[in-house]
């Protein structure tokens, strides 16, 4: 069974920075493209950023570019993603998701290319 765990989330004033951090159980991260999302209660679920199995492949919402980034250290089987420059619509649930082991998803960043997910951290921005 694939388990995530996400965690690093908490309250950060506007400009500030977090890191996020999403650990595997039951297999071995480096063979799943790995995205991160993110919603709100009563919103759709909206894709953030995803790193492909290989970390050739890497994507970003439109909202982010230029703030967050994406990195995978394999022999801690984690996914982070590293997130400056934060605004209060930063604030969100935020969630990881596998597509699972050689699953090609192409690192689109849609809810339905992704099988397994974490239960979220709360990511609060504000002053």
């Known amino acids: 069974q694939l388990q995530l765990v996400e965690s690093g989330g908490g309250l950060v004033q506007p400009g500030g920075s977090l890191r996020l951090s999403c650990v595997a159980g039951g297999f071995t991260l480096s063979s799943s493209d790995i995205a991160w999302f993110r919603q709100v209660p009563g919103k759709e679920r909206e894709g953030v950023s995803c790193i492909s199995r290989s970390g050739s492949n890497i994507k970003f919402a439109d909202s982010v570019k230029g703030r967050f980034t994406i990195s995978r250290d394999n022999a801690k089987n984690t996914v982070y993603l590293q997130m400056n420059s934060l605004k209060p619509e930063d604030t969100d649930v935020y969630y990881c998701?596998?597509?699972?082991?050689?699953?090609?998803?192409?690192?689109?960043?849609?809810?339905?290319?992704?099988?397994?997910w974490g239960q979220g951290t709360q990511v609060t921005v504000s002053s």
């Open positions: 998701a596998a597509g699972g082991p050689y699953v090609q998803t192409l690192c689109q960043l849609s809810e339905y290319s992704f099988s397994s």
